[in-house]
């Protein structure tokens, strides 16, 4: 009897579907320690704005928003501060 039962997949066996949700500014906050900056913040609102008529990727944008409002402020110096606190700043 066992030779002639079909086998069912976990979709019709009553599986489960699990749908993750990523946020790209999310993201960009967590790797830059989610600093309260004024002009970081700002940018994160402008880029996630500018992604939806936009083609191109969210940091992208975020770069370009934030250069816009400090030019001369490396986005660097903001990534590089958390780095410095983890026991192992090498690693960064």
Request: hydrophobic share 35%; net charge positive.
């Amino acid at each position: 009897m066992k030779q002639n039962e079909l086998s069912l997949g976990l979709d019709l066996q009553g599986g489960m579907h699990v749908v993750l949700e990523v946020s790209p500014a999310d993201i960009v906050k967590g790797l830059a320690g989610n600093i309260q900056d004024q002009t970081f913040t700002t940018a994160l609102v402008k880029a996630r704005e500018r992604q939806k008529t936009s083609q191109e990727g969210y940091a992208e944008l975020f770069r370009q928003e934030y250069k816009k409002l400090n030019p001369n402020q490396q986005l660097a110096a903001l990534f590089a501060r958390l780095c410095k606190q983890r026991p192992y700043p090498s690693e960064c």
